[in-house]
């Protein structure tokens, strides 16, 4: 699946225009952090721009360990509209605080909408915050009741995903999501070059904002609907040779 961040009501816009090509679209607010949080109005407007049967998605923020703030503003964003719930764990430094986060998460968005979707997002470079290692989240997400684990990173300067986790232990992220019976999202900068090795290991959720906006730039660029169209070709190129290969390789 393709989720695509745009950050505001205008870039929604364009993404309804590419509606056919993304399956989720995340409302985010970059200048705020990798997992800024938008305002619940900018949610509804989002909800309303875009196609009704395309899921809306909405960060709650890079969030402290506060699990009843935490809880009170994931709710707001499923009051909002939003039917898939992502958390980054920037301020827990444990598992323990992670898990006690997200279950307060999944609790309040759930009670409110039983059939919303919430995610555990972590940091691939989670070394360079001092949050928790990023393969823990499957765990953290198993325990705390939550549907998916995600890695993003945290502090945006060029560096990408593999930089810090290195595709053989995003494969391991993604093969302890499986094995909860979670589904595994990966983003950070990802570009359409990387795009084998998230196939190859069996991805479930791509998401990116910078790869699709106008030179390459998740702040000051802006979304394209044809570049939405390019990165989803290549998914699919991808994806097709990946299913061809895959009985050979078994």
């Not at 430094?93 to 609790?107: F, H, Y």
């Not at 993604?174 to 990387?194: E, F, M, N, P, Q």
């Amino acid at each position: 699946m393709l989720l695509i961040s745009p950050d505001g009501v205008e870039e929604a816009l364009d993404c309804a225009k590419a509606a056919e090509h993304l399956d989720i679209v995340d409302v985010k607010k970059p200048d705020e952090g990798s997992l800024g949080a938008n305002y619940p109005w900018v949610i509804r407007a989002i909800r309303d721009a875009v196609p009704a049967g395309k899921p809306v998605s909405a960060t709650v923020g890079d969030v402290p360990y506060k699990p009843g703030t935490v809880a009170q503003a994931a709710l707001g964003a499923a009051v909002s509209g939003a039917s898939y719930i992502k958390v980054g764990l920037y301020g827990c430094t444990t598992p323990e605080q992670a898990v006690e986060v997200m279950r307060g998460v999944v609790r309040a968005v759930k009670d409110h909408s039983p059939e919303a979707f919430v995610v555990a997002s972590g940091y691939a470079d989670a070394h360079r915050i001092g949050c928790v290692n990023p393969l823990a989240l499957p765990d953290i997400a198993h325990r705390s009741g939550a549907d998916a684990a995600m890695l993003d990173t945290a502090i945006k300067d060029g560096t990408r995903l593999f930089d810090h986790v290195p595709p053989d232990v995003c494969a391991e992220f993604v093969r302890l999501s499986h094995a909860y019976g979670l589904r595994a999202a990966l983003a950070g900068s990802v570009k359409a070059r990387d795009l084998g090795e998230l196939t190859r290991i069996g991805t479930d959720i791509v998401g990116v904002r910078g790869a699709v906006c106008e030179g390459g730039d998740r702040d000051t660029g802006r979304i394209v609907p044809a570049l939405v169209a390019d990165f989803r070709a290549e998914m699919d190129r991808h994806a097709r040779e990946h299913a061809t290969l895959a009985p050979a390789a078994s």
